[in-house]
């Protein structure tokens, strides 16, 4: 069986065509070149192992650019994505948990300080300083305004020169628990002993609250706040004198715990240089830095009296707070 030539038995004579004519497809024909790779997926996925978050960006831009395009990478671009998004969110996860760990190592060194500050026995613990009289004692007391606004009318000390003789000037407090006599400590802390006097003067402790009480490590009664919430005060502000005034201001013994012995008078503060009307009655020896000036202390009378107070307690049965039984300031004097 013979099978007929195509195109009816046509067939071309292809010596007939011109030299040169091409015939069938040229050798070589170029095939429709691949489409190109997409550079910011490239880039996104590399990116999101050296810098996570740049990686994220680079992915949305290339995803963004493909869909326009028509170039090759979206499989790079989606995962520069993910690995991006993951990495972040690990390295995200690290510095919380390093901040975390640092504020609790943090709060731990700040409570073993504070513990080794207070809860040492006052036996093992250095006294107060002895005394020694700084060059400027009295010269120049200072009782600048503060920004806030006395709680009870106030007049502030007179200024200046303060005398320190006599060396102790008698003082009395009369409360509705009893009387506390005071022996005052002109000698060693003339401004805070002037400031005592001038607030007594005026009446400015009289039928205010003493507003707290501690039966702890730290034996005291505070008094002095006519707002009775331990944070009013005259609406002025002095200088921290003995026994601040026998270190140097560098010197890391003044964060170390003294012995403020039984009897003490000495001034509350917020911090240096922050003394106001606000004072605290010692009735037991108890730890603290030597950042409080010790300007008097109790008569034997005035030990009864304390004792007395504090072993009624505090109010909301801890160790800290308001008197269980309220201590009213009626009169303090100073002879």
Do not use: W
């Not at 013979?2 to 010596?15: K, L, R, S």
């Not at 805070?192 to 607030?199: E, P």
């Not at 008097?296 to 160790?319: E, F, H, K, P, Q």
Request: net charge negative; glycine share 10%; with cysteine.
């Amino acid at each position: 069986m013979t099978v007929p030539p195509p195109y009816d038995g046509y067939q071309p004579d292809y010596a007939s065509y011109p030299p040169g004519y091409p015939v069938g497809y040229p050798a070589g024909y170029p095939y429709p070149p691949p489409a190109r790779t997409n550079g910011m997926a490239i880039a996104s996925l590399v990116c999101a192992f050296l810098f996570a978050p740049l990686g994220v960006v680079f992915g949305h831009i290339s995803l963004s650019q493909i869909k326009r395009s028509g170039e090759q990478g979206r499989g790079m671009a989606i995962a520069g994505l993910i690995i991006g998004y993951m990495l972040t969110a690990l390295s995200v996860l690290l510095v919380v948990l390093a901040v975390l760990f640092t504020m609790a190592v943090v709060t731990s060194v700040d409570d073993l300080q504070r513990q080794d500050r207070y809860s040492a026995s006052p036996g093992s613990a250095e006294p107060l300083p002895a005394f020694a009289p700084p060059q400027n004692l009295g010269a120049n007391c200072q009782y600048p305004a503060t920004t806030e606004a006395a709680v009870k009318p106030a007049k502030p000390p007179r200024t200046g020169t303060v005398p320190t003789d006599p060396a102790t000037v008698s003082a009395g407090i009369v409360t509705n628990r009893g009387s506390i006599g005071l022996k005052l400590a002109n000698a060693k802390a003339p401004c805070t002993v002037n400031n005592f006097a001038s607030l007594a003067e005026q009446g400015f402790f009289d039928g205010t609250q003493c507003h707290r009480l501690t039966t702890g490590d730290l034996s005291m009664l505070q008094c002095g706040d006519p707002s009775g919430t331990g944070t009013g005060g005259p609406g002025y502000r002095f200088p921290n004198e003995y026994p601040t005034n026998q270190y140097r201001l560098s010197d890391p013994a003044v964060q170390r715990p003294v012995v403020y012995p039984r009897g003490t008078v000495a001034m509350a503060n917020a911090g240096s240089g922050t003394n106001g009307s606000q004072f605290f009655l010692v009735y037991e020896d108890s730890l603290l830095p030597p950042t409080y000036t010790v300007f008097g202390t109790v008569d034997n009378t005035g030990l009864d009296t304390l004792d007395a107070i504090a072993a009624d307690g505090v109010a909301d049965g801890s160790n800290d707070g308001k008197p269980a039984t309220p201590v009213t300031i009626k009169s303090a004097s100073v002879d």
